[in-house]
């Protein structure tokens, strides 16, 4: 399980699960990006079989979003 930020693990386990779920119905989440509404960013977590991410993209993501 990847995952990173300032969430509680006990979250963090619950958002992995709802990612590898919805991937096995062919959800095709790669990762969950929580972050305030100012885009500070809160926690990520990636799903199990996702390819490596740019950092720059999900930076961007997070400040936008």
Known sequence: MAS????PASLQSTLQQIVER????NGG???????TAEGV??????ASTATS?????ISSIESTW
């Open 53 to 57: 991410l740019n950092e720059d993209a």
């Open 22 to 25: 919805s991937n096995k119905c």
């Open 29 to 35: 989440i790669r990762a969950i990006l929580l972050s």
């Open 4 to 7: 990173t930020g300032l969430l």
């Open 41 to 46: 960013p809160l926690g990520r977590v990636y």
